[in-house]
């Protein structure tokens, strides 16, 4: 059983920014890629990005380039999604997919 943890969501004001990070404890990350996934209060699910095992090569969905980086710290099985200038559209439960599983979501709100 693969666990994942998502943590980091929260209230925030528009412009403002959040890190989130999702964690596999007990597992390995560096084997896998790892995907970032949001759904929305109208409950559209878009993938917003990924990274491969090594980190060389990242994706990012048109509505966020540019304003979101996805990392990895494989010595702390650990991945980041450090989002910047945030605003009301990217209001939704933003999901980690690693290993072929979900973690449970975690809120992201921006709103003034």
């Known amino acids: 059983q693969v666990h994942i943890v998502e943590s980091g969501g929260g209230l925030v004001q528009p412009g403002g920014s959040l890190r989130l990070s999702c964690a596999a404890p007990?597992?390995?990350?560096?084997?896998?890629?790892v995907y970032w996934y949001r759904q929305t209060p109208e409950n559209q699910r878009e993938l917003v990005a990924s990274?491969?095992?090594?980190?060389?090569?990242?994706y990012y969905g048109d509505s966020v380039k540019g304003r979101l980086t996805i990392s990895r710290d494989n010595a702390k099985n650990t991945v980041y999604l450090q989002m910047d200038n945030l605003n009301p559209a990217d209001t939704a439960v933003y999901y980690c997919?690693?290993?072929?599983?979900w973690g449970q979501g975690t809120q992201v709100t921006v709103s003034s």
């Open positions: 997919l690693a290993f072929g599983h």
């Open positions: 007990g597992r390995t990350f560096s084997d896998d890629p």
């Open positions: 990274i491969t095992s090594d980190g060389r090569t990242n």
